[in-house]
């Protein structure tokens, strides 16, 4: 019987799970057990686990994998990542292997300043605030010595806070709007703190400023948040090659490809519906390294599709061109990532990846990231071109459904020869299995 419980973050983690197992489970034994299997048996990494969060009760498992073989401005990677879908990495290896041999990724940080502020409304005359804010703004630096002083240490800090009047928007609607330089921390915690005592600030130096009548004295903080859109914390990611040697598939003429691929991306940059499915696959590749280094991917992700209607309308993040018989390929995204900071001493599968990638800082973690999504989107596109993309899916997904069929090796073994030159369904997996076992 489904059931509500007040004060459940007090209760120990068995009361949690006994409660939870006999009010929402069937075979609550049964649930207990499972819950019980992904404990980790080190108790010290489990308890770390356990206080990522509240109310923990076990472990979900993501397969962390590697996409070996990506030369990136002249270096080599292994790039770690955190994703459940089966074809994901296999997609990023093959395009790492392939452009390895055309020179490889080029990736540039085009800028890297962040953004919060600070939301308020004000009732009274905008003149009389803009006055006040003149006298405000060194004081909101002040007020935030002691908060930015390490970050100044590592050369970074506010950069700038301006003053935005919102009314034609939102009646008495205005925002202090505050630029950051965090360094290699995402910064998150940094540019909150710094927008909270603003907003004190404000507020304090409001009621004392002798300018204002008692109405304008009387602002009101409605919250103080940092923005997620980050337009001028961008990375571009590049590849280009002579369109001949787009000459992997003897079956296919490098032309040919070249043309039908630019086509693919120019639907995705005028048609929104195709655009969404072509940034998901941007996207895979994007979140599976944000994940596996410890970073934000939902911030990443709302950042990053906001971006992609900056001009009014949904459209692609990548760009293709042939000029002059160069075939190039590319995308420029927001990020907003940190290589310290956050997770990212704290997670000790966090802290591998971070050392797999020899230690990136920030912005090089940003070009990384910016790569895997181009090799991503790159991979999506030239089996949407050529084969369709329900062969290597269906081959890789294969593998799932023998585990699903809990197939032996030798089964297994049988069934993905049998596969190479028949087309993979669920149901001629099952049915291959099961003549096997008659
Ligand atoms: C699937 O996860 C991603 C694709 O749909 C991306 C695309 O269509 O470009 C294959």
Redesign the pocket.
């Known amino acids: 019987m489904t059931q509500a419980h007040k004060g459940f973050s007090k209760l120990s983690k068995e009361e949690k799970i006994d409660w939870i197992a006999a009010h929402y489970f069937s075979a609550p034994e049964e649930a207990k057990a499972l819950i019980k299997k992904y404990w980790n048996t080190d108790t010290e990494l489990q308890q770390l686990h356990d206080e990522f969060i509240e109310n923990t009760i076990t472990n979900f498992y993501l397969p962390l994998g590697i996409a070996p073989n990506f030369l990136i401005n002249g270096k080599n990677y292994a790039i770690p990542m955190a994703i459940e879908?089966s074809s994901v990495v296999a997609a990023a290896a093959k395009t790492a292997k392939f452009w390895s041999k055309r020179g490889g990724f080029k990736a540039t940080v085009i800028n890297t300043e962040k953004i919060g502020q600070v939301h308020f409304t004000y009732t009274g005359d905008p003149e009389k605030l803009y006055a006040f804010f003149e006298i405000l703004k060194p004081k909101l630096y002040t007020a935030t010595d002691s908060i930015t002083k390490n970050m100044q240490k590592r050369g970074g800090g506010i950069l700038d806070i301006l003053l935005k009047n919102k009314t034609d928007l939102l009646e008495n609607y205005y925002q202090l709007h505050a630029t950051f330089d965090t360094r290699d921390s995402m910064g998150a915690n940094f540019i909150n703190s710094c927008l909270e005592q603003f907003a004190r600030t404000l507020k304090a130096e409001a009621c004392d400023y002798s300018d204002f009548n008692e109405t304008e004295q009387n602002i009101e903080v409605i919250m103080s948040i940092l923005s997620n859109y980050v337009p001028n914390c961008t990375v571009r990611a590049e590849v280009s090659c002579k369109i001949e040697e787009l000459n992997e598939n003897p079956a296919i003429d490098p032309m040919d490809f070249a043309k039908k691929f630019l086509t693919a991306v120019r639907i995705a940059e005028i048609e929104p519906f195709r655009a969404v499915?072509?940034n998901?696959?941007i996207m895979?590749g994007i979140d599976a390294v944000v994940l596996a280094t410890g970073n934000d991917f939902r911030a990443v992700e709302a950042g990053v599709h906001a971006y992609a209607s900056r001009n009014g309308h949904y459209s692609s993040l990548s760009h293709a061109t042939v000029e002059n018989g160069i075939f190039t390929f590319w995308l420029e995204i927001p990020l907003a990532l940190g290589t310290v900071g956050g997770l990212t001493s704290l997670h000790p599968l966090v802290k591998l990846s971070l050392e797999m990638l020899q230690h990136p800082s920030a912005e090089e973690l940003m070009q990384l990231v910016a790569v895997a999504g181009l090799a991503q989107?790159f991979a999506?596109?030239r089996s949407?071109t050529t084969t369709g993309?329900q062969e290597g899916h269906m081959k890789m997904h294969l593998m799932n459904i023998l585990n699903q069929l809990h197939a032996t090796d030798a089964e297994k073994e049988n069934t993905v020869h049998h596969f190479k030159s028949n087309t993979v369904t669920h149901a001629a997996v099952v049915s291959h299995i099961a003549n096997l076992r008659k």
């Open positions: 879908e499915t072509h998901k696959g895979n989107n999506a596109l949407l993309i």
